[in-house]
């Protein structure tokens, strides 16, 4: 082999840590004492030493890292796919049999790792050497690799026969079961680092990321920022965890199943029909959802609505109907945000006001300090402000109130889908409409104005 | 010297001239110093953040009384888990690169490497819409909230909103509008609450706001070393932080109005590949090429939790929670996804299916499915 004289400056760092730590597998498989038990393998009329089966190599996986056979197959064809382990009686099947068998270790000195990336010219030496040894060894791929790498290294083209000539006459001098063996560990080399074509590069790494502005600009601020930060206690926090999980399981689809069925397993929209924006009686487990939290409330429209209808019976309306503008103003176009928070001021804000929100002084005179000159966040503090009046005020009362405890009365719990009879009969999906469609539509119906025919079509897409 | 100084001391360490003439990039002063004054500067440096960093490690320790599997000990272990690839979406000529969901629960919106960003209606399996971008190496999409729109960008430095037209004749390129602009390749994109704001993440090392009307960029957010690959909005009730993961190592969490980086943590030992806040916001999870998924505790200012497993090497492209926050489920680069119990730290379940590089995984909106983008150029549907 000649000298890797490629910088080994170019290698991706994650690809590095990947095949230490396959290494690191590797060389514990060895292992005099905890290793995998070797034995000598036939090979035509040779023997070759230090094989193993690739049912040996599972039962090692299998015991070494307690995982199940699958993974143990899994994980050693990864170690095959990148070219720790070869096959020695089929090498272009690079696959990982549970069964009989054989594989060998491949030697350091052709790790992947070792010389990589690998290079043309010993490629092309590699190459020399099939075709010298004996004419017309080469397979069609490797014959069309050869003529284009004789373009394209014309000019070393001597070096790279004398070499090929040199290795083939050192090999000859060896005892044929090393020469056995150095072939197929080279030949293991190049099918990884130069697969026949329609095999998966497996070294293919994505794009580089080369960027690495070694400027520690703000590490001291933030240390002396974080430093000042006040922490909660681990316990407290990881309750808050434990608490959350509890409190949600019923409501995960992937952890309890969903009623009455899962879309994805059953291909009935039923479940999503129910659980649409607006329906008239909602589920049980949403209307439970809205008393976890003021947030999970506010989230769901319908939820919105019935805490602004509940609002308005309490004659404070106009708290959440100022928190929904100052969103829009927060979330909506710049050019409009002027405007914006104009209409807010007047609706809201404004000595006598029609829908006057109660604000304590500070804030207030803060915020229309800011309205001189409007900017996207210059109703934060008052949004806050009234969000937490609600939360701390109105929502615990709605939650006690008669209105919620009626709709949660009238809540359906959906039916659980009886499993198909006949299991095998797939259930017609049915498209819906895109939400694009739905806003084309009513922008559609708005330009018309009012009492317009039917808009758009309603099509399967 | 000012504080801003610092970073131009730090980058110019291995000069070695007698007089050093530079100008600090972020404070524009002219510095002259010797040689022998800028050792002595950096050395004073270093120990002032060596100091500072160990400093915060001690108060980080202090508050930390337990550990995350000894609080779950109470909590009920999970039983055998099935989950299958309930739909397979075939279409794309190359790697799939990213997904995301739409909020009506079964669209999807997925973009490749070879320049193309698909819409399928994935219950259904059916394409919707399909636009080739002028570059390949398409690192990132985003389904608008109102589902209006798709905004995506990669190997262009930019970010682009397409408005899905129903019409099947028009172009969707036609109405493109290209709202951010990098320096270098965008990674990761994301609408915030609304179609008008989106926050981007790019191989120039910063996440930046813009305004999609008008292209304005509205804030920028330095302080990673390196590229910058992932980004999560936090579910907050105020709604305004974000995190974000780089080469540097380094998840930040961000204030979106200020642009200041208000938390970092720094403790996996290579580049973060994702990052998707805990459903509650309180907490943080991160995906690594050092083959870990961790947690990070917001509250209590720390890493909590680590998870890995002797037997799993290669490193993990993206993370999500189930909707209840219990299970975290992680795409990796050794075709697999790993299924883990977020409480007691376990792995739960190793999902097969895929033939390459898993390189996207998201749960959906109402957690009945998760689905996962990869090299083999297809998009799976698990539940």
Redesign the interface.
Known sequence: MTINTLAKGGWHREQMTCFQKMEKVIVAMQDPDMGMKMRNQRLLITVIPHAMTGHDIITWLIQKYSICEEEALHLGGMLLKYGYIYPLKEPRSIVLHPDETPYRFQTPYFWTSTRWPASELDYAIYLAKKNIRKQGELMEYEKERYSVLHKRINHTWDFVVMQAREQLRASKQRRKADRIVLECQEQAYWLINRPPPGVGNVLDMGLERPNNFSLRVTLIETCRRALGRNRVKSSICLEGFVKYSEQYQNHDPIMQGCLPSNPWISDDTAHWTMNAEMVPTPTRLRVECWSFSFMELLKDVMGRKEFMTYLEKEFSGENLCFWQACEDIRHGESSKIAEKVEEVYKNFLAPGAARWVNIDSKTMDKTLEGIKRPHRFVMDDAQMHIYFLMKKDSYPRYLKSDLYKNMLAKAIIPQETKKSVFPFMRRQRHSSPSPAQAAAQATEEDGRGKGAGPAGTNSDV | MS?WC??SV??L?KVSIIIVIFACV?CKYIIYLSEVQLNETLAH?KT??ET??S??EE??AK??????HQ??E??EG?GQFV?KT??TLKGHGN?VLCMDW??????IVSSSQDGKVIVW?A??T?K?HAVTMPCT?V?ACAYAP????VACGGLDNKCSVY????DKNENLAAKKKSVAMHT??LSACSF???D??ILTSS???TCALW?V??G?L?QSF??H???V?CLDLA?S??GNTFVSGG??KKANVWDM?SGQ????FETH???INSVRY???G??FASGS???TCRLY?L????E?AIYS???I???VSSVDF??????LFGGY????INVWD??KGTRVS?L?GHE?RVSTLR?SP?????CTGS?DHTLR?W?
């Open positions: 504080e610092i970073c730090f980058a360490q972020v440096l002032e953040s500072l960093k400093k915060l108060e980080r508050l930390h009384d337990v550990e995350l609080v779950a109470k909590v999970l989950m309930r739909r790697k739409c909020k009506d629960k079964r669209r209606d219950f259904t059916n919707e190496w690192m109102s589902g209006c729109a408005p899905l037209s129903l270098n390749y915030t609450n609304s008008m704001q191989g120039d090392g305004d009307e008008s304005q509205l330095h302080g070393a390196a590229d690959l579910p009730e105020t080469c540097d109005r980086c208000i938390q970092s030992e290579s580049d805990y459903p509650s309180d907490a090429d050092d083959a505790d509250r209590a200012d720390r909590v497993k002797e037997s090497i290669f490193g189930s909707l209840s926050g219990r299970l680069n050794d075709y697999t977020v409480l190793i097969f390459n749960v109402d957690g009945t499915a998760f090299w549907i539940a």
